[in-house]
Each structure stands twice: as C-alpha cells, then as structure tokens.
C-alpha cells in the first residue's frame, strides 16, 4: 500500500493511492502556486469539499477531459450534473462508500459552501480516507469544532 501526497497550492492537493490518482480541490487557474494546469494534470477522482469557486475550481475541465469520478455532497453532485459532468457519485456527511482507491467517509466541515453560479451548496464537507490499514484525514476548509478530536480517535496517518 503506498499513498503519497502532493499539494498544489491553496487547498488542492493529490493523493497517489496505489497508482489511482485523487485530486482534492482542484484549483489551478489563478492558483500562483499550481505546478501544473487544468489542461495536464492526471485524475481518476475528484473530491470536492465544497462550492466555492476556489474549490470547485477547474473541476469541471478535468472531469470531463479525463472522465474521473467526481464526488461530492449531494447538492454539489447535482450542479456537477448540470455542468455536463456524467461520471458524478454524491454522497453525505457521516456517510461511507468503499471507492476503487479505499473507503471514503465525509465528515463535518464549518464553512460556507455556494457554487460559482450562487445556488446552494450543501453542507460543506472534510474527507476521511482509509486504505489498507492506512487514514488520510483531509480537513478542507473548516473551522475547528470539537468533534474532531473523535475524527483524530481514528489513528489519523496523515493530515
């Protein structure tokens, strides 16, 4: 089991699960720090915490050039539909799903969550991967809230 772990700047990020490639947050266009574009970088997933421009990002481009599954909450899921995105799995906080990469778990999030056209967003969400005895605790954009010491109670790999 091999994960690794690649930040691209502001809140994107990629995680290489055993060669499955996730893309969190995909922002690149206007992101300084991005080492590579919407129009390069590889994906089989895409997680999306929320509806914010600046993590929707350039999600859309990518999904549809390279046809990853794009997960999000069920709003968020729904908006991906309407953009033309076909390959879109939603899911909601506290709930699981056993993914190709290993099983994904949405946990709470304090934040805002508005998609670019201003509709409503859903709850906004944090991720919690596990993977062959390994967990990757994506927190996203959040404020702190107590329950994560329980989210921490996990035995977190990497956050």
Aim: hydrophobic share 40%.
């Amino acid at each position: 089991m091999t994960i690794t772990h690649t930040w691209f700047g502001h809140a994107t990020q990629m995680l290489d699960v055993n060669g499955l490639k996730v893309l969190v947050d995909p922002f690149f266009e206007g992101n300084p720090a991005a080492t590579v574009t919407a129009d390069n970088v590889p994906a089989d997933f895409i997680l999306v915490s929320h509806g914010h421009g600046d993590h929707v990002g350039d999600a859309v481009t990518i999904a549809k050039r390279t046809g990853a599954l794009v997960i999000a909450n069920f709003e968020i899921a729904g908006w991906f539909e309407r953009q033309g995105v076909s390959n879109v799995h939603a899911q909601h906080i506290g709930g699981g799903f056993k993914h190709p990469f290993g099983y994904l778990k949405l946990t709470q999030a304090l934040h805002g969550s508005a998609l670019p056209d201003g509709s409503y967003g859903g709850n906004p969400a944090g991720f919690l991967l596990s993977a062959d005895g390994k967990k990757v605790y994506l927190a996203c954009d959040t404020g702190l809230f107590g329950d994560m010491k329980l989210i921490g109670e996990e035995g977190i790999d990497l956050a």
